[in-house]
């Protein structure tokens, strides 16, 4: 147990989290490079290929399941690489990420972002 | 002898850059933060101050995961812009002051802060945004820069109390270098926000509102304050807050505010702007 463990709807990027990520955010971190980010677009599957990524973090990759690539080691300076290539937004991904549309989560930001109070604490409310 | 004259904390949302770079600051949804930076750019117009040393963080651009330095000091003549991922963004090289730069260094090292030392260093949003809030858009940045890289990506980054005291030798040893410079400190970052997972949009305005207060009445008092408190109160990257603290330690014991500026949103952050000066 650490002691953020009880903070809801957070991937603290801790060792244990980072050694699960290596590769996946590596993989992130090579989309620094047109180069790379135009093989990417050509062929994604290929280009993840033997980058080392376990199965389900390629999936989550070509799903854009930002959410599961954070379950799956990501962290989300890496991950969003992904989403610049789409051009999608941060507020896409935050949305994405809490189930709610992009509009909803601009809205939601507009009005002065998610409520900090029922959120400190898993079982809170 | 060269000499701190002011210490600004900023955001450094990299939307705030793309606002400038695309042209529009003056749209609804950007005017109320711009206008709000205003007194801020005459204030610095105002000081002219030889050299910014800018305590920020590097976003999976010049660092990644395969080493991950705590505190590091870029000491190069020019730094590049980095590309993030969608191309480098279009603003002047950053010039260095290599003189200053490795005297930091050097002496970091002797007083215990052991800086890694980066002669190759492509400077990203962290860097280059508290550049533009404070600049705007000049042909050439109008001052000498020194980065001082701190890693918060990867948990856990140092603590508030080292930040500060990092900031507190970094003050010793500009009084030691023998040339008559003013230097301005930036500690960028923050204010409260969450980036990701499905809590990602917190904001805690009063969290912030009270760090800003205190930045100037009780920074000691701040730097008690453990990492899960930020993540849990500010977000998961509200904890860049303690980069604050480095330049607060750069300040001395008293400082009077000499503007404040906080807004909500900038893209999914709460946009904080204070400036220091030590007194």
Not at chain 2, 96 to 103: K, T, V
Not at chain 2, 226 to 247: C, F, N, Q, T
Not at chain 2, 267 to 279: F, I, K, M, Y
Request: hydrophobic residues 40%; proline residues 6%; glycine residues 10%.
């Amino acid at each position: 147990m650490k002691d953020y463990s009880d903070i809801p709807g957070t991937y603290v990027f801790d060792g244990e989290h980072s050694r699960k990520g290596y590769r996946l955010n590596m993989f992130c971190m090579s989309l620094n490079e047109e180069a790379n980010r135009e093989l990417f677009i050509q062929d994604e599957s290929a280009y993840l290929d033997g980058r080392g990524l376990t199965p389900a973090q390629k999936r989550a990759v070509l799903d854009r399941d930002y959410l599961e690539l954070l379950k799956l080691g990501g962290n989300i300076y890496y991950t969003f690489k992904i989403a610049m290539l789409d051009r999608k937004s941060m507020q896409y991904v935050g949305g994405q990420m809490s189930g709610m549309t992009e509009e909803a989560f601009k809205e939601m930001m507009a009005n002065g972002g998610r409520a900090i109070e029922g959120n400190r604490r898993v079982g809170e409310s | 002898m060269a000499r701190i004259v002011a210490g600004i904390g900023t955001s450094h949302v990299p939307a705030i850059g793309a606002a400038m770079d695309n042209g529009l600051t003056d749209s609804d949804y950007w005017a109320p933060l711009f206008k709000g930076y205003g007194p801020a750019r005459e204030w610095m117009r105002k000081t002219q101050p030889d050299v910014a040393i800018i305590i920020y963080n590097d976003h999976a651009s010049a660092f990644s995961l395969e080493f991950i330095p705590t505190f590091a000091i870029g000491v190069a003549d020019t730094f590049q812009p980095a590309d993030e991922g969608y191309g480098p963004r279009d603003v002047p090289v950053v010039v260095g002051h290599p003189a200053l730069a490795w005297h930091l260094a050097e002496n970091l090292i002797l007083n215990e802060f052991d800086m890694t030392i980066v002669n190759n260093l492509a400077v990203d949003h962290g860097l280059t945004v508290p550049l533009s809030i404070m600049f705007d858009q000049p042909d050439v940045w109008p001052c000498r820069v020194i980065p001082v890289c701190v890693n918060v990506i990867q948990y856990p980054p140092p603590t508030g109390k080292r930040c500060y005291d990092l900031g507190r030798a970094i003050a010793r040893i500009v009084a030691s270098f023998d040339e008559d410079l003013t230097v301005v400190v930036f500690g960028t970052g923050g204010m409260s926000h969450q980036l990701q997972g499905e809590r990602a949009g917190v904001i805690n305005q009063p969290f912030d509102i009270d760090f800003l207060d205190r930045l100037v009445s009780d920074p000691i008092g701040l730097t008690e304050r453990p990492h899960v408190d930020y993540i849990r109160e500010a977000g998961s990257e509200g904890i860049e807050l303690v980069m604050w603290l480095a330049m607060r330690g750069a300040l001395g014991e008293s400082v009077r505010q000499v503007y404040r500026h906080y807004h909500v949103p900038a893209s999914n952050t709460a946009a904080g702007l204070t400036v220091l000066e030590p007194v």
